[in-house]
């Protein structure tokens, strides 16, 4: 075995080499570089999404379960016809009554409506029925006045609550409480003002003009056949499974399916959301690691040429060390180890560039990315990819140096 | 009466060069003595590079016997070659073969990064060897100048401090001068005979009759074979140049 003292001096040698050739350096290492640095900025845009994501699932989404109504796979579609899986407003009114696990939950319907108040008239506004439990299943509070009351969603009261884009859209009073809109030529009460956000990665975001109707009153609006889906809150994140399955034996029962038959509907607790989030996050992590695989390779080869070229213009100094003493292991390890250490500042290049790109996107407002960092697996594995790679392709130029005939390589010109 | 220092018998070395087979040495039986001085001559193609690469360890063999200092190398593999090479021996070439990018301290140092046998220490203590050596040649003013800011005569004592650094048994030297002017080239021949006065024994092979004049043997070799061995006052083109040199000095 070599010394300690050996192998420092031989990565010291090699970073002197290195110095020496700065030019010559950067362009072999620039493969890695650019390889280490993207890989490393995607997996930290990645990283602060992924943290984005999941936290604001966890603060108020991990409770959310959504029912759909959902053709089951695999039967002729005739069999089951649109009138026999689509939700019905009877039947949110019986998961309300008989699910013992949720805190709240809201049938919701939507339209495309004309809205006009005093000052403009707007086509194509979002309309949407709902529940009162809506405020709490989407976390959005009213700001301004009032929510539904069960009054008003009992009797199908001509109310509306509106986002303050519609406020300002629509060119209402900033206190629209007490002002009227006319919606399908319906007249309807102002009776509060919904926060609008605009930041949020889940549910629907606002990014427009909204106007919310109670749910009964939307019925009036929409054919007999509408689409509705349900949205409710379980009581806690870890009651939504259990949730989960009390809404589809509610839902099984009140369609009367028997044992035998297949659900007509869908219920998705956020957790699978989440899953799919993850196995799209790590989807793209898969394909970074594959950019980075190809481009370590290619770096690779890059370092495999300049260490040969190198081996050919020190092939008098490989003579001369062997003459006073080196051992073909250790002309070996010298090469390799400058490989290596080549390899390795890449590598430190490419994650600094990879940070500063992760500090870049960071900073960009609304790319909902401030949380992007470069996670410490991800360093050791650049590094480790980098030495991985300064010794698969150093070994054959160092393989060529250390059996190199001491008195041919003295002789060589 | 002590073993020789190298002590070879009937060393033969064939080459293959394409289709063609070149004896370079043709049994070859030579002893050194320690503390002796001795050069080796001949015509190019006469042997005496393969002789000295054989002395020096660089290279095996193809038959016969070497014992150096006692032990039979001529069978080691490449790797106790080194270690051999790294322990026993201290080379000085016609070009210096010094490292453009390294010190001359650290040029001198080099050997110790491959010793393991003989336990040199770290760091502190191995730059004081070297700095040693280098006052031994004289150049302690020029620890810090690299191989391109020395003279001709400069870079071979740098090359020189090399070689002893490690108390090599042999100091080899080839052509040790021939890269230098007349001048430099009795400079760098009065200090091998000053280190030879220490005690080393060297070995210098050259075709200059003056540089072999500063030894106390002559060995000629011609087409692989020994041609003659006397010592220096006796070899019938340097005798006379040898025993003016002494008398000049005197």
């Not at chain 2, 220092?5 to 050194?32: F, M, P």
Request: aromatic share 6%; hydrophobic share 45%.
């Amino acid at each position: 075995m070599m010394s300690p003292m050996f192998y420092l001096e031989s990565v010291l040698l090699a970073l002197r080499q290195i110095w020496s050739n700065k030019l010559r350096s950067i362009l072999t290492a620039l493969g890695i570089i650019v390889g280490v640095a993207s890989t490393t900025a995607v997996i930290a845009a990645l990283t602060g999404l992924k943290t984005k994501v999941l936290s604001e699932f966890e603060t108020f989404g991990a409770a959310r379960l959504y029912v759909f109504p959902s053709r089951p796979e695999g039967v002729p579609r005739n069999t089951f016809p649109w009138e026999k899986i689509r939700l019905k407003p009877n039947e949110a009114i019986a998961l309300q009554e008989q699910c013992t696990t949720l805190k709240g939950l809201t049938p919701i319907s939507e339209a495309s409506l004309s809205v006009q108040s005093d000052a403009e008239t707007l086509d194509g506004v979002s309309v949407t029925g709902i529940w009162p439990a809506w405020h709490a299943t989407e976390n959005r509070q009213v700001i301004v006045g009032r929510p539904f009351s069960q009054v008003d969603i009992n009797n199908a009261r001509q109310v509306c609550l509106i986002n303050d884009l519609a406020v300002r859209d629509l060119k209402l009073p900033s206190d629209p409480i007490g002002e009227h809109l006319i919606i399908g030529l319906r007249r309807f009460l102002i009776v509060g003002v919904v926060e609008t956000i605009t930041e949020r990665m889940t549910g629907f975001n606002s990014i427009s003009a909204e106007v919310f109707i109670p749910f009964s009153m939307m019925e009036k609006f929409q054919e007999r056949d509408f689409f509705m889906r349900i949205v409710a809150l379980a009581h806690s994140p870890q009651e939504a499974e259990e949730a989960s399955a009390e809404m589809t034996r509610v839902l099984r029962k009140v369609r009367g399916l028997g044992s035998g038959d297949l659900d007509t509907f869908r219920v998705q607790a956020i957790d699978q959301f989440i899953d799919q989030f993850k196995s799209i996050a790590t989807g793209i992590t898969a394909v970074a690691g594959g950019i980075v695989g190809i481009s370590l390779l290619v770096g690779g080869i890059g370092i495999m040429n300049i260490m040969l070229v190198s081996v050919s213009e020190r092939t008098r100094e490989i003579g001369l060390r062997k003459a006073v003493g080196a051992t073909p292991t250790a002309i070996l390890l010298q090469f390799l180890l400058e490989a290596v250490t080549l390899c390795l500042v890449g590598g430190l290049v490419g994650v600094l560039i990879g940070q500063t790109f992760a500090f870049g996107v960071s900073s960009i407002p609304g790319a909902n990315l401030e949380n992007a960092s470069v996670p410490a697996w991800a360093v050791a594995l650049a590094f480790i990819f980098s030495a991985v790679v300064g010794v698969v392709f150093g070994m054959f130029p160092a393989i060529k140096a250390s059996r190199l005939d001491p008195i041919e390589a003295l002789r060589h010109e | 009466m002590p073993e020789p220092i190298i002590q070879i018998r009937g060393v033969t070395k064939i080459y293959r060069v394409g289709e063609e087979t070149i004896h370079a040495l043709r049994g070859v039986d030579l002893n050194v003595n320690a503390g002796e001085m001795v050069a080796i001559m001949g015509a190019s193609g006469s042997g005496k590079s393969t002789l000295m690469n054989t002395l020096g360890c660089l290279d095996r063999p193809t038959a016969g016997s070497y014992h150096l200092g006692g032990r039979e190398v001529s069978n080691l593999d490449a790797a106790e070659l080194a270690q051999v090479r790294n322990e026993e021996i201290g080379f000085v070439f016609q070009s210096f073969e010094l490292l453009s990018r390294l010190t001359a301290l650290e040029n001198v140092e080099l050997p110790l990064l491959y010793s393991r046998g003989k336990g040199w220490g770290w760091g502190r203590q191995r730059r004081q060897l070297a700095k040693d050596a280098l006052a031994r040649v004289g150049l302690s003013d020029r620890m810090d100048h690299r191989p391109s800011q020395l003279s001709g005569g400069q870079k071979q004592r740098v090359a020189i401090a090399r070689a002893i650094l490690a108390k090599p048994r042999i100091l080899m030297a080839d052509e040790p001068t021939g890269n230098l002017d007349s001048a430099t080239t009795e400079e760098i021949l009065a200090l091998f005979a000053q280190i030879h006065n220490q005690g080393q024994t060297v070995l210098v092979v050259t075709h200059e009759n003056d540089v072999a004049a500063h030894c106390q043997r002559v060995v000629r070799l011609r087409d692989g074979l020994m041609l003659s061995d006397l010592s220096v006052d006796a070899d019938p083109t340097i005798g006379a140049l040898s025993i003016a040199r002494r008398s000049a000095a005197a």
